[in-house]
């Protein structure tokens, strides 16, 4: 987060309103002197893609919404851009199936049953 570190997106925009809005705007943009959208991106899926499956065995990552926003836009090979639109909800659970270059998401079918006493 180079300057911005520690603090709140609210803050660092009322300190540099211009270069928040360069760095929302631009994904390769890095007016705070920290990792560009682009790079951190692209660190996330360097990571997922060292991942080892062919044991089959899965691998928890508790993880900052941050990462795990980073982690779905590299899966889905979506525009960095998208990163902004995920809403990762704390202690929520995301699947990421697949190997390198080939990863998708699971939703697990959770069906709300009604208790009745």
Do not use: C
């Not at 660092?12 to 360069?22: F, I, L, Q, S």
């Not at 525009?79 to 995920?86: A, E, F, K, L």
């Not at 990762?88 to 998708?104: D, E, F, K, N």
């Amino acid at each position: 987060m180079g300057r911005w570190r520690g603090l709140t997106l609210g803050e660092a925009m009322a300190r540099e309103p211009g270069a928040v809005d360069t760095w929302l705007a631009d994904p390769r943009g890095t007016p705070h002197g920290g990792e560009s959208l682009l790079d951190f991106i692209t660190r996330v899926g360097g990571w997922l893609d060292t991942r080892p499956v062919e044991d089959g065995g899965r691998i928890v990552a508790v993880a900052e919404p941050s990462v795990i926003r980073a982690a779905l836009v590299y899966a889905l090979k979506a525009p960095p851009s998208t990163y902004w639109n995920i809403d990762v909800r704390p202690l929520s659970t995301t699947t990421v199936t697949g190997r390198a270059g080939r990863w998708s998401l699971r939703f697990e079918g959770a069906s709300a049953q009604t208790s009745r006493a």
